[in-house]
């Protein structure tokens, strides 16, 4: 099946530092990618959809500059939290879908926990 | 918010009773899924209900959807401890090129 492959799945960074994570689907081409953090104990947020060569369509409130997403591949999407903030800490997590819609097609990585000290 | 509900936010069971969740969401949908996450980890996706279907069985899940109330439910039968993880319902919503997730329910299963 399907394959998501995220990286890394802990970091700890140092305030003002930036730190990117990685999301490869290892098996299938991606048009698009999602991005969605969790605060503890509470659900999804998406933060932002990554589409293939062109730029991610961000969710209302997510801040482009502070959270840079490219989507150079149909294999690869990468966050990028730049200067990076305590309140940042949180769990990252990056989907793909390999089928069209209105058919299941979401594959997830298994996370990345950031924690910015 | 698109955010679907889930209730209960916490629900605490024995070995071997059933678990039933609630979610309810918004708009129109093409599909619901329920997802699984266990603590810091990823998600796993447990079953896919379309939108033109009412009930599904995938083992001991079992899950309903009623479009007209807006409302899924998903059932687990016969817990086991190993059951013991949040348990989140997406909506796949018409026109829309994402899922929406709803809040969750925390659920343990004491052996």
């Known amino acids: 099946g399907a394959v998501v492959s995220q990286h890394p799945s802990r970091v700890i960074c140092k305030s003002g530092t930036s730190v990117k994570i990685e999301c490869r689907s290892l098996?299938?081409?991606?048009?698009?990618m999602f991005w969605y953090r969790q605060f503890p104990k509470q659900s999804l947020m998406l933060m932002a959809t990554?589409?293939?060569?062109?730029?991610?369509?961000?969710e209302q409130g997510v801040e482009k500059d502070k959270f840079l997403i490219n989507h150079a591949s149909l294999t690869l999407s990468t966050l990028t939290v730049t200067s990076a903030h305590p309140e940042d800490s949180s769990f990252y997590i990056c989907?793909?879908?390999?089928?069209?819609?209105?058919?299941?097609?979401?594959?997830f990585g298994s996370g990345t926990r950031l924690t910015v000290v | 918010s698109q955010q679907g509900e889930e209730d209960p936010q916490a629900l605490s069971i024995q070995e071997g009773e059933n678990a039933t969740m609630n979610c309810s969401y918004k708009?129109?949908?093409?599909?619901l899924q329920w997802y699984r996450q266990n603590s810091g980890r990823g998600l796993v996706h447990l079953i896919l209900?379309?939108?033109?279907?009412r009930e599904k069985h995938s083992g001991r899940l079992r899950v309903t959807l009623d479009t007209s109330k807006k409302s899924s439910s998903l059932l687990i039968t016969a817990s086991r401890a190993a059951d013991t993880a949040s348990y989140f319902c997406?909506?796949?919503?018409?026109?829309?090129?994402?899922?929406?997730f709803g809040t969750g329910t925390r659920l343990t299963v004491i052996p």
């Open positions: 098996d299938f081409q991606a048009t698009t």
């Open positions: 990554s589409n293939e060569g062109s730029k991610a369509t961000y």
């Open positions: 708009t129109s949908i093409n599909n």
């Open positions: 997406a909506t796949d919503e018409t026109g829309a090129n994402n899922l929406f």
């Open positions: 989907s793909a879908r390999d089928q069209p819609l209105a058919n299941y097609g979401y594959t």
């Open positions: 209900i379309r939108s033109n279907e």
